[in-house]
């Protein structure tokens, strides 16, 4: 893996909504003005009402930066982390989704992810194509087909609970899962096998024999 | 899910309880002819467990008492409400609205602004002096300079040791230190080499790469080019804009946030013509010269070498 240097860099843009509370209530913005640019980041941005909840180190990796490359240094391929945070799924049922489309090109997982029959397949879907977007945008990715799923991976977020009543007077719990979702885009062509493939005939064949091989009779002459 | 039910066969039709069931069930039975116009009951397979008197799902669903699960993915959604709806969903939710008397930031060190910008000659930096163009243009220049000599009689008045002539070799070495901060993300420097109006505009373009930059060599002398003179809120407030030309050969190669060559090159050196804008704060004693922006005149060269973008041609 490549040496991750990590800096702190403030968030990326305000929200919409807050930027628009506040003119609301205010006669207009700063008179400094600063360009900003209204990037979707998902779980750092929130309603002025409410308490940034989720997890926040995933996008900070998008912040590092890598020293110039060497002219004999192969190029490095461009990565986008993006994440959709306390998604309504439960992560065991997302977890699914997440393993199906590891190591595919983001082209084929997009296509795939639209026939999956499962409330979570939309959610990633729809992560894919942000994070798609971003790519393309803000870190120098030239084509954008040309990015496959490194990483995709499903955490428990918020945990809602809530009660049903059961006969005689008792008391059941019910709980609203939520997950996080992350993915990982890096720019290039999709490894041949990111699971290891069931091995073929010929492979069998030799393990068997190799094992054959190595068996021992004790106790004979 | 399959059930096994037992099924009263009356007359030649096989009726249920509720007629659906006709339908729906796996295992319809073609009427016998031998059993018609008797009663008797056999064995059916139905692929559904729905009862056949709904009569306790609505007590079932009662029992489990009903949340409001909040939408976390509102806000991230970026939809762009409008004033009445914020405030209806802060009153949903029973917040109150923020403080009616929330300052409004402004500045009080810099203006917003570069007051009667310098329109630069077209041409400029193409002829020698030598040449009729050339000589002409540095004419027009002095000639010109009414307005500019009144800023500088104003600016002496603050500044007793101000000089114009002196002033451009000053510029220049800001100029340069700007640059050197911007290449070395140094931001504690560059605080205090630009104004607050510049700063965002500088700092943009530094975040998530790598910039290498080199001062070769100056072409021609720097000198000032334009100066204005400036009042904000009161006539006491005075701001000065001094215009400064530089010409000069540099280098810079931008690499991007992966190290990747992304614009120019480390070792092809490049004739940069440039008008900056330098400000200062002549009411404030502790005010500095500081860079406050660029004239990009229009006709700049717009086509840089920069890395490819693909886009798809729409059919």
């Not at chain 1, 207009?28 to 003005?33: F, L, M, R």
């Not at chain 2, 809120?233 to 407030?237: G, M």
């Given at each position: 893996m490549y040496s991750m240097i990590l800096r702190r860099f403030p968030g990326i843009g305000s929200g919409s909504l807050f930027q628009q509370s506040r003119q609301v209530l205010s006669a207009?913005?700063?008179?400094?003005?600063a360009p900003f640019r209204s990037i979707s980041t998902t779980g750092m941005v929130a309603l002025p009402y409410e308490k940034r909840l989720g997890p926040k180190g995933w996008p900070r990796y998008n912040s590092v930066v890598f020293p110039p490359q060497s002219l004999d240094e192969k190029r490095r391929p461009a990565y986008v982390c993006h994440m959709k945070t306390n998604i309504k799924y439960s992560p065991w049922k997302m977890w699914y989704v997440a393993s199906f489309i590891r190591g595919m090109s983001v082209d084929e997982a997009i296509l795939q992810l639209s026939f999956v029959n499962k409330k979570g397949a939309g959610f990633v879907k729809q992560t894919l194509l942000e994070a798609q977007e971003l790519a393309v945008q803000d870190h120098n990715v030239e084509f954008r087909s040309n990015l496959w799923v490194a990483e995709s991976f499903c955490t428990k977020g918020v945990v809602v609970k809530g009660i049903r009543r059961h006969a005689r007077k008792r008391v059941g719990l019910v709980e609203y899962f939520h997950c996080h979702y992350f993915v990982r885009l890096e720019e290039g062509v999709p490894p041949k096998h990111f699971y290891t493939p069931q091995p073929d005939g010929p492979t069998l064949l030799q393990r068997w024999i190799n094992d054959r091989r190595s068996q021992r009779v004790y106790g004979s002459f | 899910m399959i059930a096994f039910r037992e099924v009263v066969r009356k007359n030649s039709l096989l009726l249920t309880k509720s007629n659906s069931y006709l339908f729906n069930s796996l295992g319809y039975v073609a009427p016998n002819a031998a059993f018609i116009g008797q009663d008797y009951k056999i064995q059916v397979r139905f692929g559904s467990t729905k009862h056949w008197n709904p009569k306790w799902k609505p007590f079932r669903r009662l029992k489990v008492i009903k949340v409001d699960l909040p939408d976390f993915n509102e806000a991230a959604e970026s939809k762009n409400y409008s004033p009445d709806e914020v405030r209806a969903k802060m009153k949903e939710r029973g917040m109150s609205p923020p403080r009616p008397w929330m300052e409004r930031p402004f500045e009080?060190?810099?203006?917003s602004d570069i007051f009667e910008p310098y329109v630069p000659p077209e041409g400029d930096g193409k002829a020698s002096y030598i040449s009729k163009e050339g000589a002409k243009q540095s004419a027009e220049m002095v000639s010109k300079k009414s307005k500019t000599w009144l800023a500088f009689r104003k600016i002496r008045n603050f500044d007793e040791d101000f000089e114009g002539k002196h002033f451009a070799a000053e510029a220049q070495k800001i100029y340069l230190n700007v640059h050197k901060a911007v290449s070395e993300k140094d931001k504690n420097t560059l605080r205090v080499l630009v104004t607050e109006k510049a700063y965002p505009e500088v700092t943009l373009n530094m975040r998530s790469r790598t910039i290498v930059w080199n001062f070769l060599d100056t072409i021609e002398e720097p000198r000032v080019v334009h100066a204005r003179c400036t009042d904000v809120?009161?006539?006491?407030?005075v701001f000065a804009q001094i215009t400064c030309r530089f010409f000069t050969k540099q280098s810079l190669a931008i690499y991007d946030r992966f190290g990747r060559l992304a614009h120019g090159s480390e070792v092809v050196a490049k004739d940069v013509l440039e008008y900056v804008v330098f400000e200062k704060h002549l009411a404030n004693q502790y005010g500095e010269w500081r860079v406050h922006g660029k004239i990009i005149p229009e006709w700049a060269p717009t086509n840089f070498e920069t890395s490819y973008r693909t886009f798809r041609m729409s059919n």
């Open positions: 207009g913005g700063p008179v400094v003005a | 009080i060190s810099s203006t809120i009161q006539k006491e407030n």
